[in-house]
Nanobody
Framework: QVQLVESGGGLVQAGQSLRLSCVAS????????MYWYRQVPGKGRERVAL?????????DYATSVSGRFTISRDNAKNTVYLQMNSLKPEDTADYYC?????????WGQGTQVTVSS
């Protein structure tokens, strides 16, 4: 079955960087669009970034992270990354990777990012 496992979260100070990873299994990774979302407890989920299938030439970012975050993928490793630079306290959230395979959404368990001021 589809599995997505995120890692790389942690506690950092404002202005620092983190790189999140999401290792996928159970499906043909290279054929799927991949997403990163984030959610603050008690608030709605926000789509942070997406990357197209194949070589990942097409990417899209939320306005709130554009210019600071970069999504990428390594199909040989079945992994999607989220490089987060110039982190701000408002980036504090649980971060999830996601995809839709055969019409079914799948989510990882999430990784927590906390940015202190």
């Amino acid at each position: 079955q589809v599995q997505l496992v995120e890692s790389g979260g942690g506690l950092v100070q404002a202005g620092q960087s983190l790189r999140l990873s999401c290792v996928a299994s159970g499906f043909d990774f290279s054929r799927q669009v991949m997403y990163w979302y984030r959610q603050v407890p008690g608030k709605g989920r926000e789509r942070v970034a997406l990357i197209s299938n194949g070589g990942g030439e097409d990417k899209d970012y939320a306005t709130s992270v554009s210019g600071r975050f970069t999504i990428s993928r390594d199909n040989a490793k079945n992994t999607v990354y989220l490089q987060m630079n110039s982190l701000k306290p408002e980036d504090t959230a649980d971060y999830y990777c996601a995809t839709t395979v055969s019409g079914t959404e799948s989510w990882g368990q999430g990784t927590q990012v906390t940015v202190s001021s």
